[in-house]
């Protein structure tokens, strides 16, 4: 399965979802501890929703563009909204 998944990406479990946000809350938590994550959590899942079956030309979601740019802005150690807004 770890082949497929690296060769169909949209074969994706759910529980993996996770694992895609988690380096974003976890530098968004890096600078803003005891803060909460909720408002980038319901950016990302309106993201998800809006992206979803869309692929860049290189096969892989397009949803990664989007969560990149937030985890960058996240690191640079801004706000949930800007951060929030980096994901729409």
């Known amino acids: 399965m770890a082949t497929m998944t690296?060769?169909?990406p949209w074969r994706r479990r759910p529980s993996e979802v996770v694992d895609e946000t988690s380096a974003l809350l976890t530098e968004?938590?890096?600078h803003h501890p005891g803060?909460?994550?909720s408002m980038i959590e319901?950016?990302?899942q309106v993201a998800l929703a809006?992206?979803?079956g869309q692929t860049r030309k290189s096969g892989e979601?397009?949803?990664h563009h989007p969560l990149s740019?937030?985890?960058i802005v996240a690191r640079q150690g801004l706000?949930?909204?800007t951060v929030a807004a980096a994901l729409l």
Do not use: E, N, Q, S
């Open 42 to 44: 319901r950016a990302y």
């Open 61 to 63: 979601p397009y949803i």
């Open 69 to 71: 740019v937030a985890t």
């Open 50 to 52: 809006a992206h979803v």
């Open 6 to 8: 690296r060769v169909l």
């Open 35 to 37: 803060a909460d994550p």
């Open 28 to 30: 968004y938590r890096a």
């Open 79 to 81: 706000d949930d909204v």
